[in-house]
């Protein structure tokens, strides 16, 4: 499936992340990353709040996110 529709092009990067929020947070694979989003998988996309802090340490990474409300196959 082409990603055309993206308004910045994302790079894959398969590293391990953390979506931090509510005083918790939940681990993540952070399967692709740009400028204005990512593809993150989780075990349980059930819990994750809307908003929420995606950190990935390797990279030394840490932003303030939204879902997008893709859940199917990761949350974007």
Known sequence: MADD???APRRRILKAG???FGGGSID???R???ATG???EVVTP???ADRFTLI???EQ??????SSGARTGGSE
Do not use: D, E, G, Q
């Not at 990474?61 to 939204?66: C, G, I, L, T």
């Open 46 to 48: 059930l819990f994750i």
């Open 38 to 40: 990512a593809a993150l």
């Open 61 to 66: 990474f840490k932003r303030r996110a939204a």
């Open 28 to 30: 993540c694979t952070v």
């Open 5 to 7: 529709h993206r308004r």
């Open 56 to 58: 990935i340490p390797t």
């Open 32 to 34: 692709n990353l740009s």
């Open 18 to 20: 953390s979506i931090a």
